[in-house]
């Protein structure tokens, strides 16, 4: 799949261009995508993945991320059948899914890197994606997100009188996405075209062949330090004293909140900038009390993120110079005239499909379209409402397969490209609908 979609995107990129004379243009951008995708991208990710690939060390060599995995187990055993429920991944999983949820990505495409990887420790063929890492990148894709601080501070940079109201459009559109992702993700792994089964060579995983925890396991059996308890809910008050004034300020200054989804958003603009501090200090200080020796286990875990990196440039400059090629050349403004008139024909507003065509190419060019639909339309204008909610309801889907798949060396994505896309459009459908019965 992955393939196909690949070379569509330069060969109608490459016709395109030949057809309207922008050849030039498209030479540029592919050469400027090729060093975004290292200046721009791929080293920015490096730091904050060497960063907290060696937290999530320090984290599982103490046994935290085991004890954090429990609290979920079930509904992550009934979604990734085939990983054992002991696993590494597991725990991954749960804090990536979290930092995804709080809007710090920063955070959460690094623990996604270390849960694919996990992931890929179960792969029996490897290059191939397995069922669980399908159904992890579309969870990926379509994470429900409890505050859009991006799409918030737009609307808000730009006037909007509330522009915390997408909040609730937001939590409906991407509850409604992530549904779908997963049972799409789930019928299309039984789908004859892309069942594993049908891969050539490939057996499927067996959870009983590996008993992968056994260090976890023993670290986190470790005597806990006399002063860990002290320590450890001094650290939790101290970052509670610092949260609640913020979160619940009406309590404190005397001001109700203007409704219940500015309330919501209130508390979770509150929590998203102390989550990194947080997990900064309660990591280290946890598995300093478990008495195991800090800095070099940190060390030990960051040193993955070189490895990681350089595995991911070459998919990543792939992915962005077929894009460029495609959105330069023309051929995104050609599909989008030949669009309108479908769209005209089921009354979807036809202002949002250049947002809806470049959200899963391109982040910052969805932010550009963004902010010009909102400057043309003005910042509480339903549509852009609509533009807004559709941006923090959708993914940067082939970016994310590029980074997560190329991350650990996966060219066959099998069905994790049709339920990512499926989810962006269901996120599209439920953000409009979300809107006209929030902003009527």
Not at 92 to 99: C, D, E, K, P, T
Not at 213 to 233: D, F, G, H
Not at 281 to 291: G, I
Not at 311 to 318: A, D, E, S
Request: one cysteine or more; aromatic letters at 10%; hydrophobic letters at 55%.
């Amino acid at each position: 799949m992955l393939n196909l979609i690949w070379l569509t995107l330069l060969l109608i990129g490459v016709l395109v261009a030949g057809i309207t004379g922008q050849f030039a243009v498209i030479n540029q951008g592919a050469l400027n995508a090729a060093r975004s995708a290292v200046m721009d991208v791929a080293l920015p990710l490096w730091g904050a993945m060497t960063l907290w690939l060696g937290m999530v060390r320090l984290a599982e060599r103490a046994g935290l991320i085991q004890h954090i995995a429990r609290f979920i187990r079930p509904l992550l055993v009934l979604l990734f059948s085939d990983v054992p429920p002991t696993h590494p991944a597991m725990g991954s999983i749960v804090m990536n899914i979290a930092a995804n949820m709080l809007g710090v990505s920063n955070a959460a495409t690094p623990l996604g890197l270390r849960a694919m990887s996990q992931l890929n420790e179960l792969n029996t063929k490897q290059g191939v994606a397995t069922n669980a890492m399908c159904t992890f990148l579309a969870i990926n894709t379509s994470s429900i997100q409890l505050v859009p601080t991006t799409a918030i501070n737009v609307l808000a940079i730009n006037g909007s009188k509330n522009p915390t109201g997408i909040v609730g459009s937001t939590l409906i559109a991407t509850f409604c996405a992530t549904l779908c992702a997963i049972f799409m993700v789930k019928f299309l792994e039984r789908v004859r075209l892309f069942r594993w089964d049908r891969q050539p060579g490939i057996s499927m995983p067996i959870a009983a062949q590996r008993s992968p925890q056994s260090n976890e396991n023993a670290s986190s059996e470790l005597p806990m330090a006399l002063w860990a308890p002290w320590v450890l809910t001094a650290v939790f008050l101290f970052f509670l004293a610092v949260f609640i004034p913020n979160a619940f300020p009406y309590w404190f200054r005397g001001s109700a909140p203007v409704d219940f989804l500015a309330a919501i958003a209130t508390f979770f603009n509150a929590l998203s900038p102390l989550a990194i501090p947080f997990l900064l200090t309660f990591f280290p200080l946890y598995a300093a009390a478990r008495k195991i020796s800090v800095y070099a286990e940190f060390i030990e875990g960051a040193k993955e993120g070189f490895t990681i990196m350089v595995r991911i440039i070459p998919y990543l400059v792939g992915m962005l110079v077929a894009i460029a090629v495609f959105r330069d050349s023309g051929a995104l403004n050609l599909l989008q005239h030949l669009m309108n008139p479908i769209l005209s024909w089921i009354r979807f507003p036809s202002d949002l499909l250049p947002m809806v065509l470049i959200r899963p190419l391109s982040g910052s060019g969805a932010i550009a379209i963004l902010t010009d639909l909102v400057k043309q339309l003005g910042p509480d204008n339903i549509l852009s409402y609509m533009a807004a909610t559709i941006y923090g309801s959708a993914e940067t889907t082939f970016y994310v397969v590029a980074v997560y798949f190329g991350s650990v060396g996966v060219t066959k994505t099998r069905h994790a490209i049709p339920a990512g896309l499926f989810a962006d459009l269901v996120g599209v459908i439920a953000s409009v609908l979300a809107c006209r019965l929030l902003f009527r």
